[in-house]
């Protein structure tokens, strides 16, 4: 029996997917023993050349014509955004429809609704290529890891802003120039504010906290901010101190409960993740048992995010062939999420300063009076003026927002110029 796909989207994912489908559909068919059949397709642009050959009918400019197609079997949703995305998917369960999608962005806003709407349709979403691209992470840890207490998943989640950096730090480029390139690349969403913004990062992590915590995580609890206020000046400052910044994305489980967040981060240059480059990406896994994992790979572009969902559509689709009713991956527990406000980090920070006597004291005592503990201090003077670099030990985010506040109305300090949050084990 062949099974019947429609297509909300052929785009760069779903246009590498559809090549697939059409061009090595036989190749596909004698692995898996599942036959594919693209039966309808719905774009924006009908009228807008697209490189892969497909029958008359096909194409459609109404995306409800996917879902509401009796005769299709199976939805592939690769049109991005949570508007008319989210809608569609629902319909598409609760028809009876097994939807596999690469939409974080819908996943972390509506992910829980919409497992349970296909639980309740005993019909499968699945959603691999929604985190880390071409790298297999969703089924590791919702199948694989069931049974692990994780306790921390810590990575780089965004091929975009890491093709950025490396860019940057190793060609010295400008960052507008890097963006255009990423986006011709494909790695970049349709709109790539949520790529600079951390905000695709963001539902990356909510995912991965949800599916490693069984705690749902929606998008809002994920506090994010992105690459774009990064300086060049803090990436050659921060190598001279053996560190390399990093859009990091954290989910770890602690006293109080997760913690979830997206930043930048410096990183010690001889950890795995300073060496990760390009649109690469990296997350670790731990837990008591399993110590510690990598997975690493892709993490953005058409063709090793079309693998991802070609694996989730052979899956679904025998699932469909063996008429067993779908169970959702994970049932999701009461749980307590951080507040932001008490998360507890490592700094940089970057101050233009008074070069005389006592500087150095009132700012030491004014971090002391914010209970933060300074770890490292460099200075380099220019005439009356000095930069100073420090590194701070742990400290809460509201401490040393209240730190850098104070610094700010110090008459000795110019202006705390950067702080970039430093993330190292070491104490
Ligand atoms: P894309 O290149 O912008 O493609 C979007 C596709 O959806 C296009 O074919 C577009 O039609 C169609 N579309 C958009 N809105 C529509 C509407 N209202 N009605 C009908 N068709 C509509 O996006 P993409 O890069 O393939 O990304 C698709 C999804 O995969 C997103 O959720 C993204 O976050 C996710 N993802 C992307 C990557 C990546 O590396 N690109 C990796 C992982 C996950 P037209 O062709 O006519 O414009
Ligand atoms: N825009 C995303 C990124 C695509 O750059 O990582 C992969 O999810």
Redesign the pocket.
């Known amino acids: 029996m062949t099974i019947r796909v429609g297509f909300?989207?052929?785009?760069?994912?779903?246009?590498s997917l559809l090549r697939r489908l059409v061009e090595q559909n036989d190749a596909i068919a004698t692995k898996s023993g599942v036959e594919l059949d693209v039966h309808r397709v719905?774009?924006?642009?009908?009228g807008?050349a697209?490189d892969v050959a497909l029958g008359d009918g096909v194409l459609t400019?109404?995306?409800r014509d996917v879902v509401t197609d009796p005769d299709v079997d199976l939805v592939v949703?690769?049109?991005?955004?949570l508007d008319?995305?989210g809608d569609l998917v629902l319909a598409a369960l609760q028809s009876g429809k097994p939807v596999v999608?690469?939409?974080?962005?819908?996943i972390a806003a509506r992910g829980r609704e919409l497992i349970e709407a296909a639980e309740a349709a005993g019909v499968s979403l699945l959603f691999e290529?929604?985190v880390g691209?071409g790298i297999p992470i969703i089924r590791p840890l919702s199948q694989s890891l069931a049974g692990e207490q994780i306790t921390r998943v810590m990575g780089i989640v965004n091929?975009t802003t890491n093709f950025i950096l490396t860019k940057m730090i190793e060609d010295g480029l400008p960052y507008h120039g890097v963006l255009a390139e990423a986006q011709e690349l494909?790695?970049?969403?349709?709109d790539p504010t949520?790529d600079v913004s951390g905000a695709?990062a963001a539902a990356k992590a909510a995912i991965l906290a949800s599916l490693a915590f069984g705690i749902w995580v929606g998008f809002d609890r994920v506090h994010h901010e992105g690459i774009d206020q990064l300086e060049q000046i803090d990436f050659e400052f921060a190598a001279n101190l053996g560190y390399r910044p990093k859009l990091l994305a954290i989910a770890e489980q602690g006293p109080g409960g997760i913690a979830v967040r997206v930043h930048p981060a410096l990183v010690p240059s001889e950890h795995p993740l300073a060496s990760v480059r390009g649109a690469t990406n990296a997350v670790f896994v731990e837990g008591p048992a399993i110590g510690e994992l990598l997975f690493t790979g892709p993490?953005?572009?058409?063709d090793?995010?079309a693998t991802?969902v070609l694996g989730d559509v052979l899956h679904a689709a025998r699932e469909l062939l063996a008429k067993t009713p779908a169970k959702a991956p994970i049932r999701f527990a009461p749980g307590t999420i951080v507040e932001f406000d008490d998360v507890a980090t490592k700094w940089y920070l970057r101050l233009e300063v008074a070069d005389r006597p006592g500087v150095l004291a009132r700012i030491a005592s004014t971090f002391g009076d914010h209970r933060v503990s300074i770890k490292s201090v460099w200075q380099e003077g220019r005439g009356d003026r000095a930069t100073l670099l420090l590194v701070t030990h742990d400290a809460l985010e509201r401490d040393l927002r209240a730190a850098r506040a104070a610094l700010d109305g110090l008459e000795v300090v110019g202006q705390v110029a950067a702080v970039i949050r430093v993330q190292s084990d070491e104490p």
């Open positions: 909300l989207g052929a785009g760069t994912v779903g246009g719905a774009v924006r642009d009908v807008k697209r400019a109404d995306p949703e690769v049109m991005g955004g008319p995305a999608t690469a939409n974080k962005a819908l290529a929604a691209g091929g494909g790695y970049a969403e349709a949520a695709d993490g953005a572009g058409g090793p995010t991802a």
